[in-house]
């Protein structure tokens, strides 16, 4: 026997249907909760279920539903159990197969189980917590880093209204040392009233690795966006409040995205794909670490193009009788996040690296790509059209190596 136990997730509850094989459905569907009394139920009936099958403990089938699906995955690998997360468009597939249109949690759970033994689905391995705490890491730093952008656009925003001239005093207006600064000097008025040592002195103690001297003539540009700057005084007290805010926020967002990149740094470390994904030019820690995480294992896929496919990055189809599209976009039907990563990766690898200094000769970090890029570029492709076939490509670099587990070798 082959058993199954197909759970509808939903907020706080899930709803239970248990097969002993294909076509024998096991008792009446029925829901518990997602705590400690309704795991332990959830536990009596997998127990059931394996006597009923004569000792085969049954795998459980269960739909991604963003974070209410998490307290049943850590009961389950708690107990040692085999669990299938299956993507919600592949089971919302099965469930559209009947001619009946009914909706209910029970159906859902049924569907499920029939699911399990339609589809070659494969198990989460062993490894598959360490690369889940990898995936919500870089999850919250991209999330983090997007809300930190907002925030910068604001202060942006905020400058040009208070102090427009600061913003060529320092190489870039949000680093540390030029927000300190603007955190106790946020006007003309407030620079001013300080001499041009004084004004020295607190840059520097704000920044202790650099030198008087660039101390000295970051004071003396501080002083000369003042006397150029046209609001001499504020009259909205509410701005210089607000920038103050707005300052501090940018701040935290830049310590709390350090923090994240330590540990991403520190968990991926431990992974050999990391390592190997970092050997093609284009991919540094950050994109490794997305790519990764959101792959998952690649023992998953059989070929490259399931996982292009898993990207979204596979074109769709649409033939019917003598009619045949010439326009066939991108499916998009896989993670955002990493088909995000991915064009990122191919937007470093094509670029031009900096000139070296013995030669006048600029060289593409990935050659081979920019070579593949240039070839679909010559045959009339548009960029964003060559650029996604530089993302498939990249993907079956990134299978070959991942399966083999060997670097890449950039070769000319």
Request: hydrophobic content about 40%; glycine content about 4%; overall charge positive.
């Amino acid at each position: 026997m082959n058993p199954v136990v197909g759970l509808d997730v939903s907020k706080g509850e899930s709803q239970l249907q248990a097969f002993l094989d294909k076509g024998k459905p096991y008792r009446k569907s029925f829901s518990i909760k997602h705590d400690l009394n309704g795991l332990g139920n959830l536990l009596e009936f997998l127990e059931e279920v394996e006597d009923a099958a004569n000792g085969n403990p049954p795998s459980v089938v269960l739909e991604s539903t963003g974070h209410y699906h998490t307290p049943v995955i850590q009961f389950l690998e708690e107990q040692q159990y085999v669990y299938i997360i299956v993507n919600p468009l592949i089971s919302h597939r099965a469930k559209s197969s009947s001619l009946r249109k009914v909706k209910t949690d029970a159906v859902d759970a049924y569907h499920l189980c029939e699911l399990f033994y339609k589809e070659e689905l494969e198990p989460y391995k062993k490894r598959g917590i360490q690369l889940l705490n990898l995936r919500n890491l870089t999850r919250q730093q991209e999330s983090i880093a997007e809300i930190s952008a907002k925030t910068k656009l604001q202060l942006h925003s905020l400058m040009d209204q208070v102090f427009p001239e600061y913003r060529g005093v320092f190489g870039s207006l949000y680093s540390k040392v030029s927000l300190l600064t603007l955190l106790e000097f946020p006007t003309s008025e407030a620079v001013l009233k300080m001499s041009e040592r004084e004004l020295a002195d607190r840059i520097g103690a704000l920044c202790k690795s650099r030198s008087d001297l660039w101390a000295i003539e970051k004071a003396q540009k501080l002083r000369d966006a003042a006397l150029r700057n046209p609001f001499k005084k504020n009259l909205y007290e509410s701005h210089i409040f607000n920038l103050e805010v707005l300052v501090t926020i940018v701040l935290q967002y830049q310590e709390h995205l350090s923090k994240i990149a330590t540990e991403i740094d520190a968990l991926a470390n431990e992974i050999e794909e990391y390592h190997i994904l970092q050997s093609i030019p284009g991919i540094g820690e950050k994109i490794a670490g997305t790519i990764i995480s959101e792959v998952g294992e690649i023992d998953r896929f059989n070929d490259a193009k399931k996982l292009v496919a898993f990207a979204g990055v596979d074109p769709s189809v649409y033939s019917s009788g003598k009619f045949t599209a010439s326009v066939n976009r991108i499916t998009k039907r896989g993670s955002n996040r990493l088909r995000h990563a991915l064009y990122m990766a191919v937007q470093s690898g094509i670029r031009d690296s900096r000139k070296k200094k013995t030669t006048d000769d600029i060289m593409a970090r990935n050659k081979r790509l920019r070579e593949f890029y240039d070839k679909k570029r010559e045959e009339g492709k548009p960029f964003r059209v060559a650029v996604i076939a530089c993302v498939n490509k990249l993907l079956h670099w990134i299978y070959a190596l991942l399966k083999s587990r060997t670097t890449f070798q950039d070769i000319a």
